[in-house]
């Protein structure tokens, strides 16, 4: 096309420098969905498909909608008798320049057309493989639907405030277009408020499991929560069950119906904060309320006792409360060796105790008993299948001054 022409403008070869980095992911996600495309179409949707679905939502699925949005505002320049002077496209910025002005209310709507071609893209995208029999597609396109989202009704609103381009500037133009820029705050709102809710509900989510038994799994326990309303161990199942499948904007409602039906029972409380600490970089204050409220209360499973102890160690560790910490994770393996049916995942958690304990005792200069907790880590972890973990626990030792 002739509108294509070789920029000299320092942001224009910002924004296609950071394209090409972006490009490079996504030729290289590519390449990886390429060798594994047989495998990600088939049941069911692991961790490891979402995390690629989720990747190919942004990579993937951004250049052929950048390409939409830029089209949906030449289809308006054209129809209101203009013609492209100049166009850009970088894979996930482009641009289109009419060779001519144009009243306020035609600028208003060649400038929402693009948006509302994103909007349409990613509405597409999801129509089409909604009814996929891969879950796998389908949760791709439920990510790129909230991606479309995400970026024509946050991103890109917030990116034309805070500086001076973007199609915002004119949507929000008060002082040409008052009762159109008044009509896109009241839809926009809508939007971002239906976008909201439906985070909450869980519209973007699939449950993501290792095998199908996981999966017929979760469904029983759904099954199970809904004929028995006033069972707490159904209730804490299938929480339990809808976290682990990676659908937490569903978990995180549940268990907070459930600590409303169960107020005084400190299990609900522990699986909430597990809920709400998925996912995070850091220890949210809910978490930290929840564990609190949990131990000032009767806790049933033992084993949501060892994790209240254990995650209040390691979050007393992480602020330097040496004392409060210790004093969680004694109590959290105390629990955990009297625990009859030893299971896997309480061993796990038995040897992290000691793990950060052994952390503990390091920070306090106390090498004799840091060296007997990280040799107790380190045989639970032996055998375990868990590689990674025994050779952290490991390297952890060598760190120790010799005896």
């Not at 000299?8 to 924004?15: A, D, G, M, Q, R």
């Not at 990510?143 to 915002?168: C, E, K, N, V």
């Not at 799994?217 to 209730?235: G, H, M």
């Not at 309480?346 to 005792?361: D, E």
Request: with cysteine.
């Amino acid at each position: 096309m002739g509108c294509f022409q070789l920029s000299t403008n320092p942001i224009e070869l910002l924004f296609y420098g950071l394209s090409l980095l972006q490009a490079f992911r996504g030729v290289q996600l590519g390449q990886i969905l390429w060798r594994e495309w047989g495998e990600f179409k088939l049941e069911p949707l692991t961790p490891r498909k979402a995390w690629l679905g989720e990747q190919a939502a942004f990579f993937l699925a951004i250049p052929p909608s950048v390409a939409v949005h830029e089209l949906f505002h030449a289809l308006p320049i054209w129809a209101f008798g203009g013609r492209i002077a100049r166009c850009g496209y970088g894979f996930y910025w482009g641009f289109v320049q009419a060779d001519r002005f144009f009243l306020a209310e035609e600028q208003w709507f060649i400038s929402l057309a693009g948006t509302l071609g994103s909007l349409l893209f990613g509405l597409t995208l999801w129509l089409v493989l909604r009814r996929h029999r891969s879950s796998s597609l389908r949760y791709f396109g439920l990510r790129s639907l909230r991606m479309q989202l995400y970026f024509s009704l946050i991103f890109y609103p917030l990116f034309s405030a805070f500086t001076f381009i973007g199609d915002w500037r004119i949507i929000y133009n008060f002082e040409r277009t008052p009762q159109l820029s008044g009509l896109a705050v009241v839809l926009h709102g809508v939007g971002l408020a239906l976008m909201w809710y439906g985070q909450r509900q869980g519209w973007f989510d699939l449950p993501q499991a290792e095998s199908a038994a996981q999966l017929a799994q979760l469904r029983q326990t759904e099954a199970a929560a809904a004929a028995r309303p006033r069972d707490l161990a159904s209730q804490l199942q299938h929480v339990k069950a809808l976290r682990q499948a990676g659908l937490l904007s569903q978990a995180q409602r549940e268990g907070q119906k459930l600590i409303r039906a169960f107020p005084d029972v400190g299990d609900g409380y522990v699986e909430l904060a597990l809920v709400q600490l998925t996912n995070q970089a850091h220890f949210p204050r809910a978490v930290l309320e929840h564990l609190q409220q949990a131990l000032a209360r009767p806790i049933g499973q033992p084993d949501y006792l060892v994790i209240a102890h254990l995650l209040l160690g390691q979050h007393n560790l992480n602020l330097e409360r040496a004392e409060k910490a210790l004093n969680h994770l004694s109590y959290a393996i105390e629990t955990a060796q009297n625990i009859p049916d030893q299971s896997e995942a309480n061993r796990m958690r038995l040897a992290q105790a000691y793990y950060l304990r052994a952390m503990v005792h390091r920070r306090q200069n106390e090498m004799a008993p840091a060296r007997r907790d990280i040799d107790k880590a380190i045989e639970l972890a032996r055998g375990s299948g868990r590689d990674e973990l025994h050779e952290h626990f490991q390297t952890f030792k060598q760190s120790l001054p010799p005896a």
